[in-house]
């Protein structure tokens, strides 16, 4: 292509249709461009949307997560390694939840993903999440979907194991990596409280280190003593926005024995290890597909999208109903203790009909 | 009052109004009732809320918060016992940002508070915030509402610097205290990026551990660098649902010079430098009163609250609104890539109306 058709590619990408044409081709600039529209919550978003959506459902989405330290960045670099080997394209979403003591700093380690930054089938992209809509819930899916309908096979989806996030992460995955460390006593002691809630597969980190094998055997310990598998408890851990997706249409329905999360050593830095967990990732995939519960999955990630959207469209309503006099005035009353907030809320939702 | 009489005083207790009398009358069983009736969304709330409406507006609020191991439930401790021996009812809401890394550890360790177990004017809480609606945007000011109301004089909110949390203290907060310690380096690191925006006083602790003073000589720089005072970021700190409560109302407005952040040392085992940092306080307070940003404060507390609880109202409504059946069925089209999740959003959204 000559610069000068590049450039007439780049001006007609103004179109949204003309956009998501070009990234469902692979163009990964065109994917680059389309997740800046999802961080930036553009209006666009509903054309695209609605372009991917026959494209969409066919990457194998990885989660993993874990406490800062525990070699999430060299684990996702040594996976994308392992899946290029095997042919495959790879998107990599790093989530930061973002604050004012970490900033951007706890995924800020980037510099491992270099080895990969010239490979046209692998895309790499941090994602910062802010504000009041609360984690990973609002734009990930929907970048998680550009990367889909751009045809990459696997999509790892990074984030450190704090706050909401690690939840979150585990309601967008199909198979969801908790990864510890030895020497992180905390992090084995959180593994027994609630860790084995999300967790797939399990991958004690930095094997090569001293202490390793008392980690080791502490999580499996804790694996065999938390008994109960994920999908016993996965209703807890996926509250919907108040609209449950949990409905009927469940598909397949289990059947197939329950899943009890592997426990897989790995030295992310050497490569040691990582061909056995990528095997266990393929097994999880496969028991996931066979029990119906990849499809369970599936339509609870969708419900909770769709959940997410239409509660940002009531907050923007709500937004919109204030003129800027309203909410300060009911704010005074209640300041001054004439008015309950709830009262107050009444008040201004009398306009949002219903 | 006989054993009888308090039978027959907690069985009215099932009467909302009952129950709020009793906590404006200082009883605490009925304050932990009426804060557990918060926990809970109780449906009671609304009418408790507006019988506390006009006994509110006292408390003064501290905000105390830091990144795990700085001290902050000995410092909460030393403050109380402060206050206390001022002759103040104290009250302390410890917020714990649940993770399934963390449970309920982070601020487990209230073991210190035990010393003040037994004093009827000091009510300690610990309140854990779950799920989607983040942070402790919803409970919390719900909670502190309840000890305001209640004649507690100082209201200590405490939580741990993680996630959207300390965000939200600080929105919450006349006064918020930043605390670090010694020997952590990411901490200080952070303090330049990020813990300007939401500090009044930032609290060096462990002051008599090796490597304070090149901490306390570090932030006092960091505080020099950031230059800018918080009340001219706030707007971003403290971004609204969607529904700015920064309307013109603003009182006083302003006029007395900017508030830069105090750095004080402090040893909270040993009780050192708490009589300083208590006057700190002092000072800040007064200053928040003779400048009118405490109004200014409050207003926006107020707006916040108000548009949390819409906010709330709407999602019941959009959960109402799924007969359990609907959501599952576009959860399955998007799934199957017929339907956008946007499309999905605006079909459930149209019973809603506006």
Known sequence: MSAGSVRAARAAWADPAELTAAALAGDRRAVARLISLVEDSSAALREVSALLAPHTGRARVIGLTGAPGVGKSTSTSGLVGAYRAAGLRVGVLAIDPSSPFTGGALLGDRVRMVEHASDPDVFVRSLATRGN???LSWATPQALRVLDAAGFDV???????????????AALADTTLVLLAPGMGDGIQAAKAGIMEIADILVVNKADRPGADHTYRDVVTAVRMAGRPRESIADTTFAGAGAGADGGATGAGGGLEDWHPDVIRVAAVSGEGLPELVAAIERHQTWLRASGVLRRR??????????????A???????RLDDGQRLAELARQVTDGQLDPYTAADTLLAGVAG
Do not use: K, N, P
């Open 298 to 311: 599936r339509l609870r990630r969708a419900g909770e999208e769709i959940s997410q959207i239409a509660l």
């Open 133 to 135: 809509l609360g984690g």
């Open 155 to 169: 999509v790892l989806v990074e984030t450190v194991g704090v706050g909401q996030a690690e939840v979150d992460v």
């Open 313 to 319: 469209g009531l907050r923007a309503r709500l937004g």
